[in-house]
């Protein structure tokens, strides 16, 4: 079930292009697989080179994307993208979730790390801000349509920082999926990527199944005044979802949407709708 609460109001760049045979198709609570891609579908493998970050992105969208969402990942951040497309690591919802989105009619750039670089505690920073903007510019490259930040659990922090450091224009909103807002491992939440200085509309995402310590559900509504700036802030709650995960935090739980997939990514959309 799915409800939604009322609104609460430089680097270096190298870019390789390498198109792929397949696309993939994703079932709810089921990884996603290989399939034939539609006519028009655009599906590649981008490099982007920086000493802090990302390495390669896959970049999927439907043939006429009305727009880009840039998906962060969270965790370590790291996928393990091979150069044909195949993600080793691929359980984060906003990664096994990919065909969905293109369902939706939303190109997706999923990043990788650079030379499997841990990104936990490095989220926050000036510098991960400015690799934010250059990927933000990568998917503008790819699509001149809207761009959106969409980052989950620790991936949020990454979310909230790009948004609050984006120049004026460059995304058109930030969507924060069961954010970190405890400090945990990585020494960092949300509350220290400036959401002060966030201006774009944003959607918090919190499922009031997660169990998670270092996200729970009932932060959402602190995070939502912290972004004090935005003129369009929205909480969406959501419950629900399987247990496939020995850890509360991780992906294949309430905490990554397991099971109930296909109604967030459709709920989620509608926003994006909404703001493109």
Same mark, same amino acid.
């Given at each position: 079930?799915?409800?939604?609460?009322?609104? %609460?109001?430089?680097? #270096?760049? #190298?870019?390789?292009?390498?198109?792929?045979?397949?696309? %993939?198709?994703?079932?709810?609570? /089921?990884?996603?697989?290989?399939?034939?891609? =539609?006519?028009?579908?655009?599906?590649?493998?981008?490099?982007?080179?920086?000493?802090?970050?990302?390495?390669?992105?896959?970049?999927?969208? !439907?043939?006429?994307?009305?727009?880009?969402?840039?998906?962060?990942?969270?965790? &370590?951040?790291?996928?393990?993208?091979?150069?044909?497309?195949?993600?080793?690591?691929? &359980?984060?919802?906003?990664?096994?979730?990919?065909?969905?989105?293109?369902?939706?009619?939303?190109?997706?750039?999923?990043?990788?790390?650079? /030379?499997?670089? *841990?990104?936990?505690?490095?989220? =926050?920073? !000036? /510098?991960?801000?400015?690799?934010?903007?250059?990927?933000?510019?990568?998917?503008?490259?790819? *699509?001149?349509? +809207?761009?959106?930040?969409?980052?989950?659990?620790?991936?949020?922090?990454?979310?909230? *920082?790009?948004?609050?450091? #984006?120049?004026?224009?460059?995304? $058109?909103?930030?969507?924060?999926?069961?954010?970190?807002?405890?400090?945990?491992?990585?020494?960092?939440?949300?509350?220290?990527?400036? +959401?002060?200085?966030?201006?774009?509309? $944003?959607?918090?995402?919190? *499922?009031?199944?997660?169990?998670?310590?270092?996200? !729970? !559900?009932?932060?959402?509504?602190?995070?939502?005044? #912290?972004?004090?700036?935005?003129? &369009?802030?929205?909480?969406?709650?959501?419950?629900?979802?399987?247990?496939?995960?020995?850890?509360?935090?991780?992906?294949?739980?309430?905490?990554?949407?397991?099971?109930?997939?296909? =109604?967030?990514? =459709?709920?989620?959309?509608?926003?994006?709708?909404?703001?493109?």
């Amino acid at each position: 079930m799915v409800r939604r609460l009322f609104p %609460l109001c430089m680097l #270096a760049i #190298a870019f390789g292009l390498t198109p792929l045979a397949g696309r %993939l198709s994703a079932q709810s609570g /089921d990884e996603a697989r290989w399939s034939t891609p =539609s006519v028009g579908d655009v599906v590649k493998v981008l490099h982007l080179r920086s000493a802090i970050g990302f390495d390669r992105l896959l970049y999927m969208a !439907p043939a006429r994307a009305r727009g880009t969402i840039v998906m962060l990942p969270g965790g &370590d951040g790291k996928l393990d993208l091979q150069s044909d497309g195949h993600i080793l690591h691929g &359980d984060n919802f906003v990664v096994r979730t990919r065909a969905l989105w293109n369902s939706q009619g939303y190109g997706v750039l999923i990043p990788d790390t650079i /030379d499997h670089l *841990n990104l936990r505690g490095e989220r =926050s920073s !000036p /510098d991960y801000a400015q690799l934010i903007s250059a990927v933000v510019a990568l998917a503008k490259r790819e *699509n001149p349509g +809207p761009v959106f930040l969409l980052g989950t659990s620790q991936g949020s922090i990454a979310a909230m *920082n790009g948004a609050a450091h #984006a120049k004026q224009g460059a995304i $058109a909103g930030v969507v924060l999926t069961e954010s970190v807002s405890v400090k945990g491992g990585s020494g960092e939440t949300v509350f220290d990527a400036d +959401p002060g200085d966030v201006h774009v509309p $944003a959607l918090i995402v919190a *499922n009031r199944d997660d169990q998670c310590r270092v996200a !729970p !559900p009932g932060a959402a509504r602190r995070i939502s005044e #912290a972004l004090r700036t935005s003129r &369009d802030v929205q909480v969406l709650i959501v419950s629900g979802g399987l247990i496939r995960s020995a850890n509360a935090c991780g992906s294949l739980a309430p905490h990554g949407y397991y099971g109930i997939e296909r =109604s967030v990514v =459709s709920a989620i959309s509608h926003w994006l709708d909404r703001h493109s």
